[in-house]
Structures are given as structure tokens and as C-alpha cells.
């Protein structure tokens, strides 16, 4: 009898489209204390499967990632127990400071789903660059991926 587990698993090109149409990904670090300081966060993934995320550099996600650079990802939808899918990416996180990079991210995050033409990609790059000295990107080099999609079951529990 196969597993109930693959059987709800995404396909990599299922996760990656779950992972494309989803804003806000809840990042994880290990905090000082001990206790895991989860985040939401906007976000994209770049060509190379890497999670962005930009936040200010002195922020607490950003000690505890110098500190620890494991990270666990969480992006979920799903408001009945049959619609539940979800991905958790077990990965490193890697602290880019270049203003460039910042604004890069910046840029990814606020056009997703859209087309900008050179000129609104310009202006856009302008308008997030304010900030880009205070901030850093979060890039998030995946390990491993769990998944789940209850809407493969069928109905069927």
C-alpha cells in the first residue's frame, strides 16, 4: 500500500508554482533564548530556488542568523482541513549587505506577478533605494522541502 504521505507530497514544479502565487513566508531563526522566533515576511525566489527576503540590519533575525544560519521556512494556505497545502524548506541563511542586492530584492518582491517595463523597473528601484543602506537581504539556500497538499486525498482520510 503506497504512502498516504507521497500520495499529499507537491511535485518540485507544484511547489515551485505554490511557492510563486504565496506572499508571505513565515521565517523561523533560533533565538537567543533558546525558543524559535518565527517572522512573516514577504518574499521571492530567485531563478537558483534561493528565498529572499529583505529587513532592516539590525534586526533580531539578523543577530540570530549571524548567530545560527539554520532557518526553517513556512508558506501554508488552506481554511478546511480537505484545502491544506503547504511547503516547509529546512534551510541556511546567508546575509547579504550589498545595497545593490537589497534593492534587487526589493525590486523582485514588489513586482511579483507583474511585467514593468525598464522605466517603471527604474522608478521602482529609485523608490526602494531610500532604504537600502539600513537593510539587508535574507537569502535563504534551501536544504531540504516537506509538502503537503490535502486536496489529493480525495476527500478520502
Known amino acids: ?20 502565487s504565496s506572499k508571505t513566508v513565515i521565517i523561523v531563526s ?6 524559535p522566533h518565527p517572522m512573516p515576511m514577504w518574499f521571492h525566489v530567485d ?3 534561493v528565498v529572499r527576503c529583505t529587513t ?9 542568523y549571524e548567530r545560527d544560519p539554520r532557518a526553517t521556512l513556512l508558506v501554508e494556505t ?11 524548506i529546512y534551510a541556511r541563511c546567508e546575509i547579504d549587505a ?18 514593468l517595463s525598464a522605466a517603471e523597473r527604474e522608478g521602482l528601484a529609485a523608490a ?12 535563504f539556500h534551501p536544504e531540504k522541502y ?12
Do not use: C
Request: glycine fraction near 10%.
Open 1 to 20: 500500500m503506497p504512502s498516504r504521505r507521497n500520495s499529499i507530497e507537491l511535485t518540485d514544479e507544484e511547489t515551485r508554482a505554490f511557492l510563486d
Open 146 to 157: 516537506v509538502s503537503w497538499d490535502h486536496a489529493k486525498l480525495g476527500g478520502r482520510y
Open 47 to 49: 531563478a537558483a530556488g
Open 56 to 64: 532592516f540590519s539590525k534586526s533580531q533575525k539578523v543577530l540570530n
Open 78 to 88: 488552506g481554511t478546511e482541513y480537505a484545502k491544506l497545502r503547504g511547503v516547509v
Open 30 to 35: 533560533n533565538g537567543i533564548g533558546g525558543y
Open 128 to 139: 526602494v533605494a531610500k532604504t537600502a543602506a539600513k537593510r539587508v537581504v535574507l537569502a
Open 98 to 115: 550589498r545595497p545593490q542586492a537589497v534593492v534587487d530584492t526589493l525590486v523582485a518582491i514588489n513586482s511579483r506577478g507583474r511585467t
